[in-house]
């Protein structure tokens, strides 16, 4: 079990992506028109959608993925394309529900079944890919691994996944949200730094099969995220390499120059960016 924090920390995002952000959500996820900070967040996580999709084969046909917080279900579109049978999953029955009506004919042997639900659910089955898009980054480091452990032990191939790296001005704007009314926030995003969740990893006995095989930031504007991937051991011996996925200018690190910059302006930017990430963290509702 991934225990009582999880547990809390899912059924804030359920609410919240259930009933305050469906509609932002379902904006941003389509192609109607945003604001440019909006269209930063949206041209970062179709960056990271590509990344993902870039380290899972191009042939899925017979394969089994879980698309861990499928959100609108971009991802398992793709993955289904390719001829996997995907399992998508979130916990927004309002999302799903876009998604189901979203779905195109997809030709060829894959398919996608939309469920509602929780990830770490063991009745969904076992699978060859696991990919959590943006799911995780609402979670503390500790739940994140646990989320994990449980993943891996019905994984045959890889474990895809998103965090939020630990940032100067990330921490600030984490910080700066715990000012804001409760009920004018969305949970909030659980900066992680790379050293510490490694290290995490390597003590996960249940992780013991896996190998940290390779780790792309995505920088887009008011987007920031890092995809890791976990693969089996015996499937490592030949990582893929990173896709040419550029990082874009203008990102939440070079808003950190110069370093005199008063922190006012960027507490003021802070408000802005967590309702941005709010909106976007798909806690659950990624993709």
């Known amino acids: 079990m991934a225990g009582a924090s999880y547990d809390t920390r899912r059924g804030e995002l359920t609410t919240y992506f259930d009933r305050t952000a469906v509609e932002a959500w379902s904006r941003l996820t389509s192609d109607a028109p945003v604001s440019r900070i909006r269209a930063t967040v949206r041209a970062g996580r179709d960056a990271m959608r590509g990344t993902l999709l870039a380290w899972l084969p191009a042939d899925m046909t017979g394969l089994r993925l879980l698309d861990a917080g499928c959100g609108t279900g971009a991802l398992s ?69 646990r989320a994990l452990a449980v993943l891996g032990t019905r994984t045959e191939g890889s474990v895809l996944f998103t965090v939020a790296p630990r940032t100067a001005l990330l921490t600030v704007m984490h910080a700066a949200g715990k000012f804001f009314p409760r009920g004018d926030r969305s949970p909030a995003i ?34 920031l995220s ?62």
């Open 77 to 145: 579109v793709e993955a289904a394309r390719r001829g996997a049978e995907v399992v998508a999953i979130d916990v927004s029955p309002t999302l799903v529900g876009l998604a189901r009506e979203r779905l195109p004919a997809i030709p060829g042997a894959g398919r996608i079944e939309f469920r509602v639900g929780d990830m770490l659910d063991p009745s969904l089955g076992r699978f060859d890919h696991v990919v959590a898009m943006d799911s995780l980054i609402h979670y503390r480091a500790a739940d994140i691994v």
């Open 190 to 223: 659980v900066p992680v730094t790379e050293g510490g969740l490694r290290r995490r990893i390597s003590a996960e006995p249940a992780l013991n099969g896996f190998t940290w095989a390779q780790s792309h930031r995505v920088n887009s504007g008011f987007y």
């Open 226 to 287: 890092n995809a890791i991937a976990l693969t089996r051991a015996a499937r490592a011996s030949h990582p893929r390499p990173d896709p040419e996925v550029p990082e874009r200018n203008g990102g939440l690190e070079g808003a950190l120059q110069p370093a005199a910059r008063s922190l006012e302006p960027s507490f003021e930017a802070a408000a802005q960016h967590l309702r941005m990430r709010g909106m976007d963290g798909t806690g659950g509702t990624a993709a």
